[in-house]
C-alpha cells in the first residue's frame, strides 16, 4: 500500500513560490503504477485538483493554475514536488499529495500541509 | 470545467436515520463519480467510486447510484463513525472537479 507524506514551509509571503514535496513510501515514484497528483482545500472550501506527474516526462495541469505551476519528480529520493509562483492569499490552503492508479479517482492520499500566504 | 454541486450543503441527523445526499454535474460523465469521505483535520477517504462500486472495507450501509449528470449518496443507517464531509468527485472529464462537500452533522 502507498504512503504519502507532504513537506515544505507553512507560510509563504505574497508574490514568492510556494514550495511542497511528497514522499512516497510503498512504491517507487517512477513505477508507472501511479499518477501522482497535487490536490487543493481552502480553509472551509471544496477541494480542487491542481496537477499530475505519471513519470518524469509527463505531466498534467488544472488549466486555472497552469500557468503558476510546476511539478517534478526526484527519483532518488522517491518524492515527487509542487511548485507554484506568484501566490496570493487566495492560494492559502491545505495541500495534498494523491495517488491514483489510473487517473480517474484518488485512492491515497497524504496528511495534508497547511500553507499561509500572507507577509 | 464540469461543475458539481453538492446539496444539501449541510444536513443534520440522528444515529440510525437515512441520508441522501446529491451531487450534480454540469456535464454528462457517464458512471465516472466518486464520493470521498472526510473528517476534520483528517485527508479525504475514498469510498465509493463509478457511482457505485464500494471501496474495500467500506460498510455496506453505503451506497450509491446514478448515471449521466445526477447521482446519489446514501448512507442506510448512521453510525457516530459517520458524521464527517462527504465530497463528490467527477472522472469523466479534464479536469477532475470535486463538488462543494455536504457536512452531515448530529
Known amino acids: 500500500q502507498v504512503q504519502l507524506q507532504e513537506a515544505g514551509p507553512g507560510l509563504v509571503k505574497p508574490s514568492e513560490t510556494l514550495s511542497l514535496t511528497c514522499t512516497v513510501s510503498?512504491?517507487?515514484?517512477?513505477?508507472?503504477?501511479?499518477?501522482w497528483s497535487w490536490i487543493r482545500q481552502p480553509p472551509g472550501k471544496g477541494l480542487e485538483w491542481i496537477g499530475y506527474m505519471y513519470d518524469s516526462g509527463s505531466s498534467n495541469y488544472n488549466p486555472s493554475l497552469q500557468s503558476r505551476v510546476t511539478m517534478s519528480l526526484d527519483t532518488s529520493a522517491n518524492r515527487f514536488s509542487l511548485k507554484l509562483n506568484s501566490v496570493t492569499a487566495a492560494d492559502t490552503a491545505v495541500y495534498y499529495c494523491a495517488a491514483s492508479p489510473a487517473f480517474y479517482y484518488f485512492d491515497y492520499w497524504g496528511q495534508g500541509a497547511l500553507v499561509t500566504v500572507s507577509s | 470545467d464540469n461543475q458539481m454541486t453538492q446539496s444539501p450543503s449541510s444536513v443534520s441527523a440522528s444515529v440510525g436515520d437515512r441520508v441522501t445526499i446529491t451531487c450534480r454535474a454540469s456535464?454528462?460523465?457517464?458512471?465516472?463519480l466518486a464520493w470521498y469521505q472526510q473528517k476534520p483535520g483528517k485527508a479525504p477517504k475514498l469510498l465509493m467510486h463509478s457511482a457505485s462500486t464500494l471501496m474495500s472495507g467500506v460498510p455496506s450501509r453505503f451506497s450509491g447510484s446514478g448515471s449521466g449528470t445526477d447521482f446519489t449518496l446514501t448512507i442506510s443507517s448512521l453510525q457516530p463513525e459517520d458524521f464527517a464531509t462527504y465530497s463528490c468527485?467527477?472522472?469523466?472529464?479534464?479536469?477532475?472537479?470535486f463538488g462543494q462537500g455536504t457536512k452531515l452533522e448530529i
Open positions: 456535464q454528462h460523465i457517464s458512471t465516472g
Open positions: 468527485q467527477q472522472a469523466g472529464s479534464f479536469p477532475r472537479t
Open positions: 510503498g512504491d517507487s515514484v517512477n513505477s508507472r503504477s501511479y499518477y
